[in-house]
């Protein structure tokens, strides 16, 4: 079967754009998490839907930054007024059930350059 | 929060060694995962183990839950081995924490 799909896979921006980076978990998997990486780190969490509830999003760095999953299946991370150290990958995962007992799993995830 | 401690940061191999990576964490966790990051990002599932040991192949990992570390396992390795290897756990929120890997490189 697929497994989760993000797109655009590069982004450009010039400072100050707004961005969108859209995300499509495995068919039928309730969680999804939106992570963070910078260059040569590991990734950090951003926030967290159970179906198309947002029930953690204390790892979203400003509110520049909002995330939504409307339908409880696709999700869009959006940044406006883009900055330099917003540039990182933006990792996607999913996981078939609610609670910590759960393996995720990662999307190619989304490059995002600010320049 | 929790920390996540991987070692080493880097290791160098020549091709057909075996190799050990350690991750500690610093407090008890409901979940931990081991991955494999291919040189294109891809985030690669190896292991979902929050106790006990497995083994997929030249690859198996322990996790030794009650003295809060987790081991892994590569056997006669490979050049397509290569990669950062991440360990990541969850406590009682269900996010990852994720270590800050090892760049294993594996040479012919």
């Known amino acids: 079967g697929a497994g989760v799909s993000q797109s655009p896979r590069y982004k450009v921006a010039k400072r100050g754009q707004d961005v969108a980076l859209r995300c499509d978990p495995i068919?039928?998997?309730?969680?999804l998490f939106w992570y963070q990486q910078a260059l040569g780190q590991g990734p950090e969490f951003l926030t967290y839907?159970?179906?198309?509830?947002?029930?953690?999003k204390s790892g979203l760095p400003s509110d520049r930054f909002f995330a939504e999953r409307p339908e409880g299946s696709v999700s869009t991370l959006k940044i406006q007024r883009t900055q330099q150290e917003d540039s990182a990958v933006y990792l996607c995962a999913s996981s078939p059930r609610t609670g910590a007992y759960n393996e995720q799993f990662f999307g190619p995830g989304t490059r995002l350059t600010v320049l | 929060g929790i920390q996540v401690e991987q070692s080493p940061p880097d290791l160098i191999l020549q091709e057909g060694a075996n190799s050990t990576l350690r991750c500690n964490f610093s407090?008890?966790?409901?979940?931990l995962q081991w991955f494999h990051q291919n040189p294109w990002g891809q985030l690669i599932n190896l292991f979902y183990i929050p106790s006990g040991t497995k083994q997929n192949g030249r690859l198996s990992a322990t996790t030794v839950a009650t003295e809060r570390y987790s081991l892994l396992y590569i056997s006669s390795s490979q050049t397509t081995d290569s990669g950062v290897y991440f360990c990541?756990?969850?406590?009682?929120?269900?996010?990852?924490?994720f270590g800050q890997g090892t760049r294993l490189t594996i040479n012919p």
């Open positions: 839907f159970q179906n198309e509830a947002q029930l953690d």
């Open positions: 990541a756990v969850v406590t009682g929120a269900q996010k990852l924490v």
């Open positions: 068919s039928g998997h309730v969680s």
């Open positions: 407090d008890s966790v409901n979940n």
